[in-house]
């Protein structure tokens, strides 16, 4: 078993769970909400696209060093490409875009094309 076999059973878990809980039309709406977290979790693949200087952070982030992250993720089935800024200790902070693909072909090609 490769290691995106068990990244993305333990993602499709969570959802099932929340999907359990909550009722699909909820649950889809947590992660949406979620999106950072639940896309960061179930990644697959990132690439380092360089340090965030912008200043579109309160005060209390504008001290703090950001990174660009490119990831590829599969969740519920579907494929994922979106852009985090990532804290110096490795934390998704924020969803900058995402993309969701039927392939994963067209998924690696996106992650390629990011800048």
């Known amino acids: ?22 009722g699909a039309v909820l649950a889809d709406r947590i992660i949406e909400a ?9 990644r697959v693949r990132d690439r380092y696209l360089g340090q965030h200087t912008g200043s579109d952070f309160d005060d209390e982030d504008a001290s703090q060093e950001f990174s660009r992250v490119t990831i590829l993720s599969v969740l519920d089935g579907r494929w994922y490409v979106g852009m985090c800024l990532v804290d110096g ?27």
């Open 34 to 42: 979620e999106a950072v977290d639940f896309l960061w979790e179930a």
């Open 89 to 115: 200790e490795g934390v998704a902070v924020e969803l900058l875009w995402k993309r969701s693909f039927e392939s994963r072909g067209e998924a690696e090609f996106e992650v390629l094309r990011a800048r």
């Open 1 to 22: 078993m490769n290691m995106m076999a068990i990244i993305g059973r333990g993602c499709d878990a969570a959802v099932d769970a929340l999907r359990a809980e909550f």
